[in-house]
């Protein structure tokens, strides 16, 4: 038997809009949950969702007297269409306010090594994960005319990242996908909008960095084994370190997103605007392609001095820059 429907909402009030997060057992999910649950006004009910509920300790220790009040919780696995169709079906009326699309996974490594299977699954999550759902909340949004989509995106939905080709890809399906479904949901006053963020410290830095000591990488030659290992994975790391927000950096946008209009992009991290605006100044794509082999293949050990001189000198306040939503 399936263990399934906790909903719904145990003390919502009249007013409250109700937001149906995925992916909310740990990370940028769970912050937001959690967050939107502490509103001080009160003005949202959330179903914070995730496909295992054994892992639900994180957030309901983080919700504290929030849980069973203005947040609870329900099964949902992206992935399959019976449980995204169970989960809705169990919320009062199917009615959702706001939906946030969260749950994602990464993949990072040589192309060569990666059976189509692994890619497979992170487009079945990134991608048709997200389309499962608008699916199953956009009829009834139009129908009432009024409601709110968000997908949590990333930079690399905007710009592709050498190593990071499919999860780029899946990203960048995603923002092609939303930049079309968003002027037909405009005419139904249904809003869309993307939240793209940079590096985040969440299990999803540490799943790759576990990932990348297990796999042996078959079928890539020596040389692209050693750019990876030795020349990306150093750089990534850096850039994590120094540049990388909290996932409460990426709530605080989101939560505001919830109560105003929002723009339809919405990077985070401010350091990653110039190198998304390359792409722009050069139609050829050549400037960007370029730009990213030389600071990898020739600037690499330059940029880990830089890195770690910018780490120090600004004692980490570089990471919790945000861009304001508004
Ligand atoms: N961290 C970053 O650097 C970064 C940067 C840009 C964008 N993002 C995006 O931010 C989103 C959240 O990631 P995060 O950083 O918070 O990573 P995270 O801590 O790994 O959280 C990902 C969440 O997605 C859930 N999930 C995975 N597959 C699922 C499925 N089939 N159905 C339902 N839930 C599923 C995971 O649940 P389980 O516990 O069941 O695995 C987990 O709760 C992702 O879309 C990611 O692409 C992250």
Redesign the pocket.
């Known amino acids: 038997a399936r263990r399934h429907i906790i909903i719904l909402p145990a003390g919502q009030s009249p007013g409250q809009k109700v937001v149906l997060i ?9 912050r937001i949950a959690v967050m939107l649950a502490k509103d001080e006004q009160k003005r949202y009910h959330v179903i914070a ?4 509920l054994k ?1 639900k300790d994180k957030l309901v220790e983080a919700a504290g007297d929030a849980y069973g009040k203005t947040l609870s919780l329900a099964v ?4 399959s269409d019976e449980s995204v169709k169970q989960c809705i079906d169990g919320i009062k009326d199917r009615h959702v306010d706001i939906l946030i699309n ?5 993949l990072v490594g040589p192309l060569e090594s990666i059976p189509i299977e692994e890619m497979k699954k992170v487009f079945e ?2 991608f048709f ?1 997200v389309i499962r759902m608008i699916k199953e909340v956009m009829p009834d949004m139009k129908k009432r005319r009024g409601g709110h989509i968000i997908v ?5 939905g905007l710009q592709g990242v050498v190593f990071n080709d499919v999860y780029a890809a899946s ?1 960048f399906a995603m923002e092609g996908f939303c930049e079309s479904l968003a002027v037909q949901l405009l005419k139904f006053n249904v809003t869309l909008s993307m939240i793209e ?4 410290h ?4 540490a ?1 790759m960095i576990q990932d990348v000591r297990q796999k042996e990488y078959p079928g890539a030659d020596p040389d692209t084994i050693h750019y990876f290992k030795n020349v990306y994975l150093p750089s990534s790391v850096d850039i994590f370190e120094v540049l ?1 927000q909290t ?1 409460d950096d990426i709530a605080r946008v989101s939560t505001v997103h919830c109560a105003s209009s929002p723009r339809f992009r919405n990077m985070t991290n401010p350091w990653y605007t110039p190198i998304v605006a390359l792409k722009y100044a050069d139609e050829t794509g050549g400037l960007s392609v370029h730009a990213f082999y030389h600071m990898l293949f020739n600037l690499g050990p330059l940029m880990h001095i830089s890195m770690t001189a910018m780490k120090y000198l600004t004692c980490g306040c570089l990471r919790s820059r945000t861009i304001s939503p508004t």
């Open positions: 995925t992916g909310c057992s740990s990370g940028i999910g769970l969702t995730m496909r295992d892992r949902l696995d992206v992935c969260n749950a994602g996974i990464g999550t990134n994960g949590v995106s990333s930079v690399m990203k963020p940079g590096p985040v969440t299990e999803f830095e799943k990388g996932p």
